[in-house]
């Protein structure tokens, strides 16, 4: 099991820029495949971003894709979620997940899939 912090939270306008951070604890790292998913008020949570356990692949919601860059950081035991151009409809909260996996080229997008879970953070995003 690995514990994950999230943080980076906050409010900020239409267009404007975020940067999420995951810190995580208690296993290796470089063994985990990590993801962003969302939740926003009264609907289902959604997947964000995914990345592989060297961060060589990357996989994107078609909502966020060109906007949202996700990165892990195996020596700083982060994973960031850097959220550019925001909207309105990108208000939720944010959790990060961590799946361990033998896999190196593989992220996956369903809530299933992961294993750990952090206990989120608040982005609100003003029109």
């Known amino acids: 099991q690995v514990e994950l912090v999230e943080s980076g939270g906050g409010l900020v306008q239409a267009g404007g820029s975020l940067r999420l951070s995951c810190a995580a604890s208690?296993?290796?790292?470089?063994?985990?495949?990590m993801g962003w998913f969302r939740q926003a008020p009264g609907k289902e949570r959604e997947f964000v971003a995914a990345?592989?356990?060297?961060?060589?692949?990357?996989y994107y919601a078609d909502s966020v894709k060109g906007r949202f860059t996700i990165s892990k950081d195996n020596a700083k035991n982060t994973v960031d979620l850097q959220m550019n151009n925001l909207k309105p409809e990108d208000t939720a909260v944010y959790y990060c997940?961590?799946?361990?996996?033998?896999?190196?080229?593989?992220?996956?997008?369903?809530?299933?899939?992961?294993?750990?879970w952090g206990q989120g953070t608040q982005v609100t995003v003003s029109s």
């Open positions: 208690g296993r290796t790292f470089s063994n985990y495949r």
């Open positions: 997940a961590a799946k361990y996996t033998n896999t190196y080229d593989y992220a996956g997008s369903k809530m299933k899939e992961y294993d750990d």
């Open positions: 990345i592989s356990r060297t961060g060589g692949y990357t």
